[in-house]
């Protein structure tokens, strides 16, 4: 704060109203004053992206009391383990394949185990095309639909 002029002033070039500043980042000018190594230890800590199963990144969103990250439930499916960063669990928010939310949790192994059952039940009805296996920890992931059934001429 002594300093506040000298590192956050140049990355305040267009931030003159209430709206720029809700929408101001300052990640970027505290990271401007990490040496490489602080930044790559703050990375390990507390990364940016959750890396999924399928190779995507989802952002995390650090704003609440725990880490959060949002994804269809199928892109979990083979997870057995619930992911954490820096030794906490992430808070992870399930989709629909339509991207309505379906379950919030801590515990990943918890809610396969339990409601996942009722989940699946209401699912497969609604979404027959997408995968809905018995058991979501040795399915492997996907974003992918079933192929519609082929029609005989």
């Given amino acids: 704060m002594d300093c506040l ?24 000018a505290l990271r401007a004053r990490l040496d490489w190594d602080r930044m790559r230890r703050l990375d390990a800590a507390a990364p940016a992206h959750f890396t999924t199963p399928l190779g995507r990144r989802i952002p995390i969103d650090y704003g609440g009391e725990h880490p959060a990250i949002t994804l269809r439930l199928q892109e979990m499916f083979g997870q057995s383990r619930h992911p954490t960063v820096g030794g906490m669990p992430l808070r992870v928010t399930l989709l629909s394949p339509a991207g309505r939310p379906l379950q919030t949790t801590l515990d990943l192994p918890g809610f396969w185990a339990g409601a996942y059952t009722e989940v699946r039940k209401e699912m497969r009805g609604r979404y027959p095309r997408h995968s809905w296996p018995e058991d979501p920890t040795a399915a492997d992931p996907t974003l992918r639909a079933k192929a519609a059934p082929r029609q005989l001429n």
């Fill in 5 to 28: 002029e000298d590192w956050l002033l140049p990355h305040l070039g267009g931030t003159r109203s209430a709206d720029d500043w809700r929408r101001f980042d300052i990640a970027p």
